[in-house]
């Protein structure tokens, strides 16, 4: 882990082609290490959430480089590392849990931190979360609360009801979400302890049930596509 963070470190300060390309067989071994961090948050996921069982690390990471295409940010290199462990990878629009690890400067999510559910559904999928929160908004609650550690990232949310669900739900606030994400910070001591992958593993199984339910409803969204 130490390795990974210093590299990210040192290319956020100088994110350019030249320098990457300078250090790149220094990334190779990085790259390599990720791949292993991947391998086992798989296998400590699947332990309790057997949907992910069966995924490869390039099923959960991403590459290094940057889409600049239509971004005012033309640096070529993202300056964090992310892990997505889910059902069928990373492209698949199920919910998941996910490793950010960024230098402390990063302006994208504030450091390192740890992120459980469902981050920008397709339309389809996100009626039927909120199908889910009409149906079993209490079950969705207790799940919330039973991720001890882990808040809801209520930063992207309607400001009313969305279209199709009148006022007066007792869970308007969940219903409003656009993302459905628990997520909480670590500091670098803590990612950087021995037993590291362990503790990450054990904080994630605490939000299982949260994922397992939005999962639920991401399945039935895609049988009602077929």
Known sequence: MERIIDFMRRLDADNDRAWFDAHRAEWQRVKG?????AGRLIEGIAAFDGSVAGLRPQDCTY???????????????KNWVGVFVCPGGKKSGYA????????????LLGGHMLVAGLYCPEPTILRSVRDE???????????????RGFSLDTTNRLK???AGFPAGSPH??????KDFCLGRTVDEGWLLRPDAVERIVAEFRRTQPFVGQLN????????EMM
């Open 133 to 147: 929160v009409v149906d079993c908004g209490d079950e969705l609650v207790r799940n919330i609360e039973a991720a």
């Open 63 to 77: 590459r290094i480089a940057r889409d600049t295409r239509f971004s005012k940010d033309k640096s070529p290199y």
């Open 172 to 177: 308007e606030e969940l219903l409003r979400q």
């Open 160 to 162: 009313r009801n969305p």
């Open 216 to 223: 639920r409803a991401v399945r039935y969204a895609y049988e």
């Open 96 to 107: 998941g849990y996910y490793l950010h690890i960024s230098p402390a400067e990063d302006r």
């Open 33 to 37: 290490d990720i791949a292993r961090l």
